[in-house]
């Protein structure tokens, strides 16, 4: 799977909200597993949601609540909605897609990816 493209990065303020975007064609968000993963300074990658083409999300337990996949199957695009964020969250969010069943963060945190640019996000007072 080529690298996908994100956008929608940006620097907030704790509790504040961004929604980042990634591109897809429309055979990879109709078949594949996407996921969007982070990686903060200093620290490895980390699997943070997951979304199927079935259009059931599942989200790493540090992010519930928080962080959403709203569906738009119109556009191809899938989404990354954070609320509430927190400095934790700073880091640069990459989006992958893979053929994996099923869709989980968990499967998806086990398969090598092919890693865009990212978008960067950065929470600071």
């Known amino acids: 799977q080529a690298p996908l493209v994100e956008s929608g990065g940006g620097s907030v303020q704790p509790g504040g909200s961004l929604r980042l975007s990634c591109a897809a064609s429309a055979n990879t968000y109709r078949n594949y597993c996407m996921a969007w993963f982070r990686q903060a300074p200093g620290k490895e990658r980390e699997g943070v949601a997951s979304f199927s083409s079935s259009g059931s999300a599942d989200y790493d337990d540090s992010v519930k609540g928080r962080l959403s996949i709203p569906p738009d199957n119109a556009k191809n695009t899938l989404y990354l909605q954070m609320n509430d964020l927190k400095h934790e969250d700073t880091g640069i969010y990459y989006c992958?897609?893979?053929?994996?069943?099923?869709?989980?963060?968990?499967?998806?945190?086990?398969?090598?990816?092919?890693w865009g640019q990212g978008t960067q996000v950065t929470v600071s007072s």
């Open positions: 992958v897609a893979r053929l994996v069943s099923p869709c989980k963060v968990a499967n998806m945190k086990l398969l090598p990816h092919s």
